[in-house]
């Protein structure tokens, strides 16, 4: 179910002379609100579809068709939402070229699983044929750049809303505020992902916060760990660096959680 039906962007983005600055920035969003704990099928469908396009582009200019499969793996809705992205932006050219490697794919189906599960590059047949018109989509790219279309197309979606800084802000705070059964999502997303993002949701659920950089919380990971204190509206929470753990300490010294060869350990609940 649809629950953000908008996408939100700042204007400077939108102002800018550099059309990948309004892509990026409605990817930037999509991103967030996944970081929030909204799930994807619950944003505006039109986002998927900028999303994945942006996706697909990136990783055939970073590494080729075959970079596009396996880090991607070919899941059938955003194959689905790259053919459907394409063809609303009016990219025929461009979904001409995806096409192409979708029925690459297909006649690769016996040989694609063991790829994806394949160490480095995989399968070396399998990564030449998935990369054999890599050399025409740049060249295709260089003639007709993905970037306006996707650009302008962004900017005939009713569903885009440009703010300015103030007022952005104030919208990403109140969408944090909303998400569906925030608490059980927060809980249940704990111990996902990098010990540094691990230590960083550690601290808003034992502060009773919710995870977003407009109250005071620096969302910024790499200024979190190590030299500093990180500043919440409830008061100054430590983080201290040891030769062989990491600790969080509240404001009355309790310990909160700590972080032993990358693995964080809360003072309550041990991550298994």
């Known amino acids: 179910m649809i629950v953000v039906t908008d996408i939100f962007v700042c204007r400077r983005a939108s102002e800018s ?23 994807s099928e619950e944003l505006a469908e039109e986002l998927f579809w900028s999303v994945a396009v942006n996706e697909f582009v990136g990783q055939i200019h970073n590494g080729g068709g075959a970079q596009y499969v396996m ?9 689905s939402a790259v053919r459907t992205g394409l063809r609303a932006m009016g990219a025929t050219a461009h979904l001409d070229w995806f096409e192409w490697l979708a029925a690459q794919v297909a006649a690769l189906a016996g040989d694609i699983p063991r790829f994806l599960e394949s160490p480095g590059f995989g399968d ?7 990369c054999h018109r890599d050399r025409d989509f740049y060249a295709l790219d260089r003639r007709d750049s993905i970037h306006p279309i996707h650009s302008r197309w962004l900017r005939s979606l009713s569903s885009l809303k440009v703010l300015d800084k103030d007022d952005f802000d104030a919208k990403m705070h109140e969408l944090v505020e909303s998400v569906p059964d925030y608490r059980a999502r927060a809980e249940a997303s704990l111990y996902r992902g990098h010990w540094q993002s691990q230590m960083l949701k550690l601290l808003c659920w034992k502060t009773g916060q919710r995870f977003h950089s407009f109250n005071g919380l620096r969302a910024d990971l790499k200024n ?21 753990r990491s600790e969080l300490r509240d404001p009355a010294g309790a310990l909160i959680a700590t972080v032993e060869a990358n693995e964080v350990r809360s003072a309550s609940k041990r991550r298994h």
């Open 17 to 39: 002379k550099d059309p990948y600055a309004l892509v990026e920035e409605a990817h930037g969003f999509h991103d967030k609100m996944v970081g929030w704990y909204y799930q």
């Open 71 to 79: 880090n991607r793996h070919w899941t059938t809705r955003e194959v």
């Open 124 to 130: 070396k047949d399998v990564h030449d044929a998935l």
């Open 224 to 244: 979190l760990i190590g030299y500093r204190s990180v500043t919440l509206t409830r008061g100054a929470h430590e983080v201290t660096e040891y030769p062989d």
